[in-house]
Structure formats: structure tokens, C-alpha cells
């Protein structure tokens, strides 16, 4: 599978204007915040969707790190973090109308206000730009 870059927001090609999801500070810890950041296009905003699992930076051979839903929370406003994945439902997403839901929440990703370092959470699917997602 390729690498993608998860854009938010509106912009002329290829980011001017977006934000993206992003790994703060490039970290492979586990439970790092994943964060709304101005898009470069490093590794740490490089993900790759394989079914319903979303990998992000220091996925390599064995080690894979996900996009996770803190602590497999379920309430709006739970933060989204990388984590070490283990085929929980927190690490589960579907791409849909430009939403990514997580589907045992049924809530979307939400980036907020936009502004670089605003921690990524889900909230209640409401069609608000905050929660529209292009995959590029």
C-alpha cells in the first residue's frame, strides 16, 4: 500500500491552506498526541489505510503503530493518539463522504479549530468542516 497524507481544510494544490494529520514532534511513543498541524508531508504525516486500520509513522516489519482512540474512549472529545496496534475496535475507521469514523464509537475525527498543534479528537458526526478529511 502507498503512503497518504490526510488533509483538512480548503487550499490550492498540493497543501497550501490545509492542515494535516499529524504525529506531534515525528514520536513512535505510544499514546503521542495525533495533532492538526500545516501540512510537509514528512513521515510523521504519512499514513497508510489497509482495510479499516490507518498506520502511521514507525510502522515498520513488526512494530506498527496506529491511529487510536485513547484508552478505547467512546465519548466526544476522546483524544486520538498513535499506539502500538492491536486490532482493537479504537483502531478501526472507515472512510466515508470524506468522514473517517471510527464505527464502535460511531463518531468522527474531528481537528477542531485547525490551528497547528490541536489535539485530533472524535466528536459527534455533524457534517462541520472540522471533520472532512481528503486522502491525497
Do not use: E
Not at 15 to 40: E, F, I, K, N
Not at 56 to 63: F, K, R
Not at 90 to 113: E, M, V
Amino acid at each position: 500500500a502507498d503512503a497518504a497524507i490526510f488533509t483538512n481544510g480548503r487550499g490550492s494544490l498540493p497543501y497550501s491552506g490545509y492542515v494535516c494529520m499529524d504525529v506531534r514532534g515525528g514520536s513512535t511513543v505510544p499514546s503521542t498526541a495525533v495533532q492538526a498541524y500545516d501540512c510537509h508531508g514528512w513521515s510523521n504525516q504519512q499514513w497508510t489505510m489497509q482495510g479499516f486500520t490507518i498506520y502511521g509513522i514507525g510502522s515498520t516489519g513488526s512494530a506498527q503503530n496506529c491511529l487510536d482512540v485513547f484508552g478505547g474512549g467512546t465519548a466526544a472529545g476522546t483524544r486520538v493518539t498513535i499506539y502500538p496496534c492491536s486490532g482493537h475496535t479504537a483502531q478501526k475507521w472507515y472512510f466515508h463522504n470524506g468522514r473517517l469514523i471510527n464505527p464502535i464509537s460511531n463518531k468522527c475525527l474531528d481537528a477542531g479549530n485547525r490551528a497547528n498543534g490541536t489535539q485530533l479528537v472524535i466528536n459527534v458526526c455533524n457534517g462541520a468542516s472540522s471533520q472532512q478529511w481528503q486522502i491525497k
